[in-house]
């Protein structure tokens, strides 16, 4: 990674994270209250065993069990005190990260649905799929397990140093002396572990990404026997995980080691000086005792501090890569005052121009359209046709405007799209796409999917207006069928009728449909046909024609080349004229009766 990307990257991961924390900041001061609490509660009694030790057993000895007992009780009760507080601050912080993540996870998944198509075509899903899986789990591992950790070590750092130092300084000396290696070994560890992390977060990016495509893709997967070439390549994309998880947890373990040998040093030293200074009377047995308790309890949160570092760091590379869905996408702009489509236009609703349209996707890439003219007549069904990667359904999507174009304009009933508001623009135009995708839920949702709330009376009139109704019904939950459960096993053809349903309820000024390219067979067609003719009645319709039946359908064709519409005319004057399209349709018509 370079230096400025590197720059770039962290400064998205902080912008996350202030997003994340700021609202959160009342919440995250009382959680530091109680941690804080917790660790003054945590101090007294090594102090209070220090003073049983000096004072409680010398009085014991001399039959005065009081002080002793007292003592010793004070310790019991403070001891209590700090689980109770501790008990608090971890529920209470549980909750906070609990929300912090549903937060995370809500903005991420909702930045990423709103991110405009452009984002989509060049993000492949998996990678998406990583952010929102294992980069969000990075962060939930880091606030489970790190939030406890972070607060204790840093308090109770604080505080027994405070302490150390009010009861001898010599000896605190020598912990101080020993943060020395320590603060030079975080120095290390802080830049070894980001480099790490990193590199197990591009890894596991790596799996996700290829079994998310194997499994989309397991049709051609299986019709190419691809199965063990890709079982092969996920082995070698696990092994490279497996080899940066080993690097991480090198990292962390030579960490996590010298943190100990520190410690164990540190107990070494104390001993021989505290034993060197009780000789020459300078300290008494109770405070080495106290000092002990304390280096203990002082390398016992450094070494959680250790997770919580280790967390951290494989958070802050989920981090960056979750703040990269945050980049803004040049995206079609909602307008700030949107205009509303005429109610009733002279000529009728759904009437589409092109004027002037020159389109290319993103700046470098060569040009798709460059100055389309079109209108696109209210209630006629316009096919557009030609070679593959002519511009088809580039037309397409500027029509849906899920993209704008690079100049010129693009009106529906007189208004230009970019002015409209989106939910207005998606209520007026709809698109069917080839695969007609279910989600999951019923045969009523789905159909219901622009209008959620139509009545069954009304979803029901739409599938019988496509012709949909007869299959449903026969299935064995009726429309309330779950259309990914087990057994439903819903054909194209089918789907197909279920995604035109969804258009009747929604009734569009304009409707697209990139017809599905794989054939169906005869009577399907024919059912998808049926339903095509009710549904196009009376609406501006726009049909990427694949297969050259669904042509018939069509009022007015449009033969597209290099993103130039160069044959305009209704099918039957094109057969007869001789043309382009004549000639594509001899040559379909001598590959089917083939
Ligand atoms: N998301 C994209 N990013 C970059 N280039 C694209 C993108 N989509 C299409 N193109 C390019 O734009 C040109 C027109 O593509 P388009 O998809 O409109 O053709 P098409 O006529 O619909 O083709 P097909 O019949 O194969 O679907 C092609 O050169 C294609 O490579």
Sequence with gaps: MSGSEDARSRARRDALLRMLLWPKRRRLAAATALALLENVCGLVPPLLIAAAIDRGVPAAVDGRW?????????ALATGLATASVKYCFLRYSGRIAQDLLFELRHRAFAQVMGQPLAFHEAYPSGRVVARLSSDVESVEEMLEMGLDGLFSALFSMVGILAVMLWLDQPMAAVVIALFVPLYALTRWFRHRSRRAYRGTRTAVEGVVQHTVEAYNGVRAVQAFRREEANARRLDGLDARYAVARADAGLVSAVFSGGVKLIGNLSLVGLLTLGVLRIDQGHLALGTLTAFLLYVHRLYDPIDELASFANAFSAASAGLEKIG??????????EPERPAALPADPPGGRGAVRFEGVHFGYGQAARPVLSGVDLALEPGRTVALVGTTGAGKSTIAKLV??????????????????????????????????????????????????GRPDASRAEIRAAAEAVGAHGFVSALPDGYDTDVHKRGTGLSAGQRQLIAMARVMLTSPRVLILDEATSSMDTSSERAVHEALTRVLAGRTAVIIAHRLSTVAVADRVLVI??????????????????GRFAGMHRGWLAATTA
């Design 66 to 74: 009081a002080p002793l007992i007292g003592y010793t009780a004070a």
């Design 324 to 333: 990269a869905l945050f980049v803004r996408h040049p995206a079609v702009a």
């Design 400 to 449: 849906a405007r899920l993209y704008d174009p690079t100049a010129g304009r693009v009106t529906l009933d007189g208004v230009d799209l970019r002015e409209l508001a989106d939910a207005e623009l998606r209520g007026a135009v709809s698109m069917i796409t080839q695969e007609a995708f279910l989600f999951s839920g019923s045969v009523a949702d789905n159909i219901a999917l």
């Design 561 to 578: 080349e290099d993103g130039a519409v160069v044959e305009d005319g209704p099918p039957t004057r094109l057969l007869e004229g001789g």
